[in-house]
T-cell receptor, first 116, second 112 residues
Protein backbone atom coordinates (compact mmCIF):
# COMPACT_ATOMS: atom_id res chain seq x y z
CA UNK A 1 0.00 0.00 0.00
CA UNK A 2 0.93 3.65 -0.12
CA UNK A 3 3.47 4.91 2.35
CA UNK A 4 3.70 8.25 4.09
CA UNK A 5 3.78 11.08 1.58
CA UNK A 6 4.95 14.64 2.06
CA UNK A 7 4.69 17.75 -0.03
CA UNK A 8 6.41 19.71 -1.31
CA UNK A 9 9.60 17.72 -1.61
CA UNK A 10 11.61 20.93 -1.73
CA UNK A 11 10.75 24.43 -0.61
CA UNK A 12 12.87 27.53 -0.97
CA UNK A 13 11.60 30.64 0.76
CA UNK A 14 12.79 34.04 1.82
CA UNK A 15 13.47 34.94 5.41
CA UNK A 16 10.34 36.23 7.09
CA UNK A 17 7.86 34.37 4.91
CA UNK A 18 5.44 31.72 6.20
CA UNK A 19 5.56 28.14 4.91
CA UNK A 20 3.23 25.17 5.13
CA UNK A 21 4.41 21.58 4.89
CA UNK A 22 1.97 18.75 4.34
CA UNK A 23 1.99 15.13 5.48
CA UNK A 24 -0.33 12.33 4.39
CA UNK A 25 0.09 9.40 6.79
CA UNK A 26 -0.52 5.76 5.99
CA UNK A 27 -4.25 5.13 5.93
CA UNK A 28 -5.53 3.92 9.28
CA UNK A 29 -2.51 5.04 11.27
CA UNK A 30 -3.64 6.91 14.35
CA UNK A 31 -0.30 8.35 15.42
CA UNK A 32 1.55 11.03 13.45
CA UNK A 33 4.89 12.62 14.23
CA UNK A 34 6.91 15.50 12.87
CA UNK A 35 10.69 15.51 13.15
CA UNK A 36 13.39 17.83 11.88
CA UNK A 37 16.73 16.70 10.48
CA UNK A 38 19.43 19.31 10.32
CA UNK A 39 23.20 19.34 10.12
CA UNK A 40 24.73 19.33 13.56
CA UNK A 41 21.43 18.66 15.34
CA UNK A 42 20.56 15.24 13.99
CA UNK A 43 16.95 14.17 14.15
CA UNK A 44 14.78 16.19 16.54
CA UNK A 45 11.21 15.51 17.54
CA UNK A 46 8.83 18.40 16.95
CA UNK A 47 5.22 17.39 17.59
CA UNK A 48 3.11 14.25 17.97
CA UNK A 49 -0.58 13.56 17.35
CA UNK A 50 -2.40 10.51 18.70
CA UNK A 51 -5.99 10.07 17.66
CA UNK A 52 -8.21 12.78 19.10
CA UNK A 53 -5.94 13.56 22.03
CA UNK A 54 -4.30 16.94 22.46
CA UNK A 55 -1.00 16.93 20.57
CA UNK A 56 2.35 16.70 22.33
CA UNK A 57 4.02 19.97 21.31
CA UNK A 58 7.01 19.64 23.61
CA UNK A 59 9.54 19.54 20.76
CA UNK A 60 8.49 22.68 18.94
CA UNK A 61 11.49 25.05 19.01
CA UNK A 62 9.50 28.31 19.14
CA UNK A 63 6.00 29.71 18.89
CA UNK A 64 6.60 30.33 15.19
CA UNK A 65 6.02 26.62 14.70
CA UNK A 66 2.56 25.07 14.78
CA UNK A 67 0.84 22.01 13.39
CA UNK A 68 -2.63 20.70 12.97
CA UNK A 69 -4.13 17.42 11.96
CA UNK A 70 -7.50 17.51 10.28
CA UNK A 71 -9.92 14.63 10.56
CA UNK A 72 -7.29 12.44 12.15
CA UNK A 73 -5.47 12.11 8.87
CA UNK A 74 -3.57 14.81 6.96
CA UNK A 75 -1.29 17.08 8.95
CA UNK A 76 0.12 20.51 8.15
CA UNK A 77 3.21 21.95 9.81
CA UNK A 78 3.32 25.74 9.61
CA UNK A 79 6.39 27.86 10.20
CA UNK A 80 5.74 31.57 10.49
CA UNK A 81 8.30 34.29 9.83
CA UNK A 82 10.91 31.77 8.74
CA UNK A 83 14.51 32.21 9.81
CA UNK A 84 17.66 30.83 8.23
CA UNK A 85 18.11 28.41 11.14
CA UNK A 86 14.80 26.80 10.16
CA UNK A 87 16.52 25.34 7.08
CA UNK A 88 16.36 21.58 7.46
CA UNK A 89 14.63 18.46 6.22
CA UNK A 90 11.24 18.07 7.88
CA UNK A 91 10.19 14.45 8.28
CA UNK A 92 6.77 13.08 8.98
CA UNK A 93 6.13 9.60 10.36
CA UNK A 94 3.05 7.60 11.22
CA UNK A 95 2.39 4.46 13.21
CA UNK A 96 -0.66 2.28 13.67
CA UNK A 97 -1.25 2.89 17.35
CA UNK A 98 0.57 4.00 20.45
CA UNK A 99 -0.71 1.56 23.02
CA UNK A 100 2.81 0.23 23.33
CA UNK A 101 6.28 1.47 22.62
CA UNK A 102 7.02 -1.28 20.13
CA UNK A 103 5.16 0.28 17.24
CA UNK A 104 7.24 0.95 14.19
CA UNK A 105 7.17 4.47 12.84
CA UNK A 106 7.05 4.73 9.05
CA UNK A 107 8.72 7.79 7.64
CA UNK A 108 7.94 9.91 4.63
CA UNK A 109 10.60 11.16 2.21
CA UNK A 110 10.75 14.56 3.88
CA UNK A 111 10.49 18.17 2.79
CA UNK A 112 13.77 20.01 2.35
CA UNK A 113 13.26 23.60 3.46
CA UNK A 114 15.78 26.26 2.53
CA UNK A 115 15.39 29.74 3.96
CA UNK A 116 17.41 32.36 2.09
CA UNK B 1 16.51 12.86 30.02
CA UNK B 2 16.48 9.95 27.63
CA UNK B 3 19.27 9.95 25.09
CA UNK B 4 21.08 7.84 22.52
CA UNK B 5 24.78 8.00 21.80
CA UNK B 6 26.30 6.35 18.76
CA UNK B 7 29.77 6.32 17.37
CA UNK B 8 30.64 9.22 15.16
CA UNK B 9 31.46 8.60 11.57
CA UNK B 10 32.18 8.56 8.88
CA UNK B 11 33.09 4.90 8.76
CA UNK B 12 34.78 3.65 5.61
CA UNK B 13 35.15 -0.08 5.02
CA UNK B 14 36.17 -2.34 2.20
CA UNK B 15 33.61 -4.73 0.79
CA UNK B 16 33.24 -7.92 2.86
CA UNK B 17 34.67 -6.29 5.98
CA UNK B 18 33.04 -6.71 9.39
CA UNK B 19 30.94 -3.81 10.61
CA UNK B 20 30.21 -2.65 14.13
CA UNK B 21 28.45 0.61 14.93
CA UNK B 22 28.24 1.23 18.64
CA UNK B 23 25.10 2.56 20.28
CA UNK B 24 24.34 3.16 23.94
CA UNK B 25 21.29 4.66 25.54
CA UNK B 26 20.08 6.24 28.75
CA UNK B 27 16.47 5.80 29.73
CA UNK B 28 14.30 6.02 32.81
CA UNK B 29 12.39 2.87 31.93
CA UNK B 30 12.77 -0.10 29.63
CA UNK B 31 12.76 1.25 26.11
CA UNK B 32 12.33 -0.41 22.78
CA UNK B 33 15.41 0.01 20.61
CA UNK B 34 15.65 0.55 16.89
CA UNK B 35 18.11 0.93 14.06
CA UNK B 36 16.94 3.04 11.14
CA UNK B 37 18.81 3.41 7.86
CA UNK B 38 18.79 6.26 5.38
CA UNK B 39 20.12 5.36 1.93
CA UNK B 40 21.32 8.19 -0.32
CA UNK B 41 18.37 10.20 -1.58
CA UNK B 42 15.84 8.12 0.31
CA UNK B 43 13.79 8.40 3.48
CA UNK B 44 14.36 6.73 6.82
CA UNK B 45 13.59 3.02 6.91
CA UNK B 46 13.40 0.72 9.87
CA UNK B 47 16.27 -1.76 9.70
CA UNK B 48 15.63 -3.76 12.86
CA UNK B 49 14.28 -3.47 16.38
CA UNK B 50 14.27 -5.16 19.77
CA UNK B 51 11.67 -4.64 22.44
CA UNK B 52 13.15 -6.22 25.56
CA UNK B 53 16.43 -7.23 27.12
CA UNK B 54 18.39 -9.98 25.35
CA UNK B 55 16.21 -9.74 22.25
CA UNK B 56 18.13 -9.82 18.98
CA UNK B 57 16.85 -7.86 16.03
CA UNK B 58 18.02 -8.91 12.58
CA UNK B 59 17.42 -7.96 8.97
CA UNK B 60 19.40 -7.99 5.71
CA UNK B 61 22.37 -9.60 7.45
CA UNK B 62 22.48 -6.93 10.16
CA UNK B 63 22.04 -7.84 13.81
CA UNK B 64 21.79 -6.02 17.12
CA UNK B 65 21.25 -7.41 20.60
CA UNK B 66 19.52 -5.48 23.37
CA UNK B 67 21.99 -5.49 26.28
CA UNK B 68 20.34 -4.10 29.39
CA UNK B 69 23.43 -4.59 31.56
CA UNK B 70 25.54 -2.38 29.30
CA UNK B 71 22.62 -0.27 27.99
CA UNK B 72 23.79 -0.98 24.48
CA UNK B 73 22.40 -1.96 21.10
CA UNK B 74 25.41 -2.27 18.81
CA UNK B 75 24.79 -2.89 15.11
CA UNK B 76 26.85 -5.60 13.42
CA UNK B 77 27.17 -7.17 10.01
CA UNK B 78 29.62 -9.87 9.11
CA UNK B 79 30.30 -8.86 5.51
CA UNK B 80 29.30 -5.45 4.22
CA UNK B 81 28.47 -4.66 0.62
CA UNK B 82 28.72 -1.44 -1.37
CA UNK B 83 24.93 -1.27 -1.26
CA UNK B 84 25.09 -0.93 2.54
CA UNK B 85 26.52 2.56 2.17
CA UNK B 86 24.07 4.76 4.07
CA UNK B 87 23.55 6.69 7.29
CA UNK B 88 22.53 4.53 10.25
CA UNK B 89 20.54 5.90 13.18
CA UNK B 90 20.09 4.24 16.55
CA UNK B 91 16.89 5.21 18.36
CA UNK B 92 14.83 4.43 21.42
CA UNK B 93 11.23 4.74 22.42
CA UNK B 94 10.71 4.68 26.14
CA UNK B 95 6.99 4.33 26.58
CA UNK B 96 3.72 4.19 24.76
CA UNK B 97 3.44 7.94 24.39
CA UNK B 98 6.88 9.23 23.61
CA UNK B 99 8.42 9.86 20.20
CA UNK B 100 11.67 8.31 19.06
CA UNK B 101 14.90 9.68 20.46
CA UNK B 102 17.63 9.36 17.86
CA UNK B 103 21.38 9.25 17.93
CA UNK B 104 23.21 11.63 15.64
CA UNK B 105 23.70 9.04 12.92
CA UNK B 106 26.74 7.25 11.54
CA UNK B 107 27.62 7.51 7.87
CA UNK B 108 28.96 4.27 6.42
CA UNK B 109 30.79 4.14 3.11
CA UNK B 110 31.70 0.75 1.67
CA UNK B 111 34.21 0.71 -1.14
CA UNK B 112 34.73 -2.09 -3.64
Amino acid sequence: GAGVSQSPSNKVTEKGKDVELRCDPISGHTALYWYRQSLGQGLEFLIYFQGNSAPDKSGLPSDRFSAERTGGSVSTLTIQRTQQEDSAVYLCASSPTRVSSTDTQYFGPGTRLTVL
Amino acid sequence: GDSVTQMEGPVTLSEEAFLTINCTYTATGYPSLFWYVQYPGEGLQLLLKATKADDKGSNKGFEATYRKETTSFHLEKGSVQVSDSAVYFCAQSNSGNTPLVFGKGTRLSVIA
